[in-house]
């Protein structure tokens, strides 16, 4: 089992900018591939960013760009920089461990960007 905690989230004005944290316990978080995630009210989940074990990583067109997803393995944490947010990024913010068939998620953390 491995549990996942977000931290960083918050209102924000639009045009600004936030640093998303995801810790994660157990000593395998670097082989995951770690993965950020939004989900606003009323709609599904989605995949933002992810991050390989290697460091490759991928992006949703909605935040490539203006979103940084990285590691630091010392510290068994995937980070998520935000910046130049929009009201429609507004959401919680989940983040996911993937290795194998294993998916674990955190509780997820709010942000709320006002116009």
Known sequence: QVQLVE?????????????????????IFSVATMGWYRQAPGKQRDMLAAITSGGSTNYADSVKGRFTISRDNAKNTVYLQMNSLKPE???????????????????????????
């Open 7 to 27: 931290s960083g989230g918050g209102l924000v004005q639009a045009g600004g900018s936030l640093r998303l944290s995801c810790a994660a316990s157990g000593n």
């Open 89 to 115: 990024d507004t959401g919680v913010y989940y983040c996911q461990f993937a290795l194998g068939l294993r998916r674990y998620w955190g509780q997820g953390t709010q942000v709320t960007v006002s116009s």
